[in-house]
């Protein structure tokens, strides 16, 4: 061996773990294995992004430093009332719902409608409000 090709490029982790990433999102997702990258970035009215729409409709619970809220880090994907550390209602608990694209874009529209007896508020949102902030979700 020569040593023309040095292991480093050999193994290609870093490819490898986008694969999966990727794999796993065709899966969870709308199923069409949408491209994150094209989905819309801003709100066709107000010009608002995904995350200033968070900071306006969800963080006052849910930001990081904040426990009125369960942390919504990695929720997309995640068992519905399955963090460890938040005392969520039984409602919430008892779902038997994941967080998939659908479901966080119901529970902002209509929280109850969704999970009858969950302790959270309407947000107030349009579709493409509730879409723009599920995009930010995505990638926390
Ligand atoms: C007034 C406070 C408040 C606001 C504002 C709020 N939430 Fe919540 N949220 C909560 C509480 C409390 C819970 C736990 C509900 C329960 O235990 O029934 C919750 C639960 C959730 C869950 C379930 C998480 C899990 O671990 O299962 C998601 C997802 C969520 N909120 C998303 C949002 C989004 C997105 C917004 C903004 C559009 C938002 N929330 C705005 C208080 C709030």
Same mark, same amino acid.
């Given at each position: 061996?020569?040593?023309? =090709?040095? /292991?480093?490029?050999?193994?290609?982790? /870093?490819?490898?773990?986008?694969?999966?990433?990727?794999?796993? +999102?065709? &899966?969870? !997702?709308?199923?069409? !294995?949408?491209?994150? $990258?094209?989905?819309?970035?801003?709100?066709?009215? @107000?010009?608002?992004?995904? @995350?200033?729409?968070?900071? =306006?409709?969800?963080?006052?619970?849910?930001?990081?430093? *904040?426990?009125? !809220? /369960?942390?919504?880090?990695?929720?997309?994907?995640?068992? &519905?009332?399955? %963090?460890?550390?938040?005392?969520?209602?039984? &409602?919430?608990? =008892?779902?038997?719902?994941?967080?998939?694209?659908?479901? %966080?874009? =119901? *529970?902002? *529209?209509? /929280?109850?409608?969704?999970?009858?007896?969950?302790?959270?508020?309407? $947000?107030?949102?349009?579709?493409?409000?509730?879409? +723009?902030?599920?995009?930010?979700?995505?990638?926390?």
């Amino acid at each position: 061996m020569g040593g023309v =090709q040095s /292991p480093r490029f050999v193994c290609c982790r /870093p490819a490898a773990l986008v694969a999966t990433l990727a794999a796993v +999102l065709a &899966a969870t !997702g709308c199923g069409d !294995g949408e491209d994150l $990258s094209k989905l819309r970035m801003t709100h066709s009215e @107000s010009g608002l992004t995904g @995350s200033e729409y968070f900071a =306006q409709k969800c963080a006052q619970c849910h930001a990081a430093n *904040l426990t009125i !809220g /369960p942390s919504l880090n990695n929720v997309y994907g995640r068992k &519905a009332g399955s %963090l460890s550390n938040f005392k969520y209602t039984d &409602a919430i608990k =008892q779902s038997d719902i994941s967080w998939t694209r659908e479901n %966080l874009i =119901q *529970l902002m *529209l209509d /929280p109850q409608d969704l999970v009858e007896g969950i302790n959270m508020i309407e $947000s107030n949102l349009d579709e493409e409000g509730a879409e +723009l902030i599920v995009n930010y979700l995505e990638r926390l």
